[in-house]
């Protein structure tokens, strides 16, 4: 999946590449309830280890592996994601919850512990042709990151940037689908779904 030419994000395969990407299999557990403490953990554990670490030409990220969603509508997996969310913030120390309507909202970023991530979720048979993949998965990465990069850009940044671009035109014939257009509602939630929840019926 990540070597594939079809697979536009250069951010995650350069943490593929430097062994900075790290992978936990939430599929075995029958229990849900084990679910969302294990993740939160295992994003916290996640933070701690990487938060001393250089940011300037390395980007991390946790790989979470997840039961299939039964339906690709994007109903269903709105619903799939936002109450997967829901249910991992429940887990935050800082006793804060979230609905669906906070996560609409323009400004809404997901935090665990006061630190921000930016969830990226992929399945076979997603509406969005660069959120297919062979198994169902939410790709974690830590936002203090492009943070810092977006304020003091380097050349392998910029680099990285126009070319995940580019690759995306390609992908799309330089006809990019609506949730990736200036015409999209532009929330923070499109980029979790892979496409735009305020404007289901355009992707």
């Given at each position: 999946m990540l070597t594939s030419q079809g697979f536009p994000c250069l951010f995650a395969i350069n943490s593929?590449?430097?062994?900075?990407m790290y992978i936990y299999d939430a599929t075995r557990y029958e229990d849900d309830s084990r679910i969302y403490l294990d993740i939160y953990?295992?994003?916290?554990f996640f933070a701690q280890d990487t938060s001393d670490i250089d940011s300037?030409?390395?980007?991390?990220?946790?790989?979470?592996?997840?039961?299939?969603?039964?339906k690709t509508t994007p109903s269903y997996i709105e619903k799939f994601i936002f109450s997967f969310l829901m249910k991992l913030k429940e887990h935050d120390s800082t006793q804060e919850n979230i609905n669906r309507a906070d996560i609409l909202k323009e400004d809404f970023e997901f935090s665990l512990d006061n630190k921000?991530?930016?969830?990226v979720f992929l399945c076979p048979k997603h509406i969005s042709t660069i959120r297919q993949s062979n198994i169902s998965i939410i790709a974690f990465q830590p936002k203090k990151t492009f943070d810092v990069l977006k304020k003091c850009p380097n050349d392998f940044y910029e680099k990285t940037r126009k070319a995940t671009h580019h690759r995306i035109d390609k992908i799309?014939?330089?006809?990019?689908?609506?949730?990736?257009?200036?015409?999209?509602?532009?929330?923070?939630?499109i980029q979790y779904l892979g496409f735009d929840p305020i404007h289901p019926e355009e992707y």
């Open positions: 593929f590449y430097k062994n900075h953990t295992q994003l916290k300037e030409k390395n980007f991390y990220t946790l790989l979470v592996v997840l039961p299939d969603p039964q921000i991530w930016f969830p799309y014939d330089f006809n990019r689908p609506f949730f990736l257009s200036n015409k999209s509602s532009g929330i923070n939630a």
